[in-house]
């Protein structure tokens, strides 16, 4: 225990070389505390995020986040899984449209795919110009690495955008509720909004889909974290994080590492907002109209959920 205490102060200055080709600017971590005289060895057995993570994106297209963001009000970057080609058909015949506007820019963010993936994300990818592929590979175990090349692909290609949401293919968004949202927060900084969550506990029973050991996270309550499904950030909280993920031991719950770990380590806020169901709710139009995020949404509800977001005739309390 003590030893894995000590972990947590050794520094390391890091440095992520993207692969030749790319041009992707690096990233320098930056040391979480002074190296002493003494510096112990780190535990072998942990696993830091730098050793996973690979840097850069073999299809960045920057075109998608014009004058470096400056012209954006909102960034969405959406994480999908390679073979998610029909809930990212739903997301564009959907609530994506918002991407149409001059202040809303979107795009999905994969993982690395299997080679007999590669010709239909082309295909894809040509069709609509929208898929930024990273260098790890896409797995469950990595989700985490797929958050980071998001943030690092905002931080590269979009630094100038105010607000990043990160959110997944199964998810219904406001847009417009969600841009109210940004406009009534506007001068806030270092801060993650979101759906909340206090004093959870790490799964230690190795028979949970969401354990962690202790050389992972070894402390007993993780920090209050947003959960996964959707999060709002300020854009100067995307260096700081991106900076300070390689030193910390890799944790693959991408919610808890990304905003709670990390979101802790650097001090930032993370405030929960109610319309962040991140959930399956009862689509009534009323909810789907107050809400900023539903969670659990297949293909078809997609339509089912934009139609009663449209929907001009009931009446709604806002
Ligand atoms: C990144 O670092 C490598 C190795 O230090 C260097 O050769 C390269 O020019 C750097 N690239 C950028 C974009 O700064
Ligand atoms: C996670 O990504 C890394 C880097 O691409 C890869 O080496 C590793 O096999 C991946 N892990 C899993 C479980 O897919
Ligand atoms: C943000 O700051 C500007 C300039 O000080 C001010 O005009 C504006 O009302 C502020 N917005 C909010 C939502 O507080």
């Known amino acids: 225990m003590i030893t894995i205490t000590i972990l947590l102060f050794i520094s390391f200055q890091v440095r992520i070389v993207p692969h030749a080709g790319t041009s992707v600017r690096n990233v320098t971590a930056a040391p979480s505390a002074a190296p002493t005289a003494a510096t112990p060895r780190r535990d072998p057995r942990v696993v830091l995020t ?3 993570y690979v840097a ?3 299809q960045p297209h920057p075109e998608l986040c014009p004058a470096l963001g400056a012209h954006l009000r909102l960034l969405i970057l959406v994480t999908s899984a390679p073979s998610h080609s029909i809930a990212r058909d739903a997301v564009r015949l959907t609530w994506g449209h918002y ?3 001059r202040d809303v820019a979107l795009a999905f963010v994969l993982g690395s795919p299997q080679e007999s993936m590669r010709a239909a994300l082309e295909a894809e990818d040509a069709l609509y110009g929208d898929l930024v592929i990273g260098r790890s590979f896409d797995s469950y175990s990595n989700l985490t690495l797929k958050t980071l090349s998001m943030l ?3 931080d590269t290609y979009c630094p100038r955008v105010p607000r990043l949401l990160k959110t997944d293919d199964d998810m219904f968004i406001n847009v417009p509720r969600l841009l109210r949202f940004v406009s009534t927060h506007e001068n806030v900084t270092r801060t993650i909004w979101g759906k909340v969550v206090r004093k959870s506990l790490p799964k230690r029973t190795m028979k949970s889909k969401y354990y962690v050991s202790p050389l992972q996270f070894p402390g007993k309550v993780f920090p209050d ?3 996964g499904p959707a999060y709002l950030l300020t854009s100067d909280a995307i260096r700081p994080l991106l900076e300070a993920a390689p030193n910390e031991p890799y944790l693959r719950l991408e919610d ?4 709670g770990v990390l979101g802790a380590r650097l001090g930032m806020k993370r405030q929960h907002v109610a319309e962040f169901y991140n959930k399956k709710v009862a689509a009534h139009p009323c909810a789907v109209q107050r809400g900023i995020a539903i969670h659990m949404v297949q293909y078809h509800e997609q ?3 934009w139609r009663k977001l449209l929907d001009g005739k009931t009446k709604c309390a806002s």
Do not use: K, M, Q, S
């Not at 808890?256 to 905003?259: A, G, H, K």
């Open 50 to 52: 730098r050793d996973l």
């Open 56 to 58: 850069g994106h073999e």
């Open 99 to 101: 991407a149409a506007r």
């Open 152 to 154: 690092e692909w905002a």
């Open 225 to 227: 974290f947003a959960t």
């Open 256 to 259: 808890v590492f990304i905003t």
């Open 303 to 305: 339509f089912d959920l």
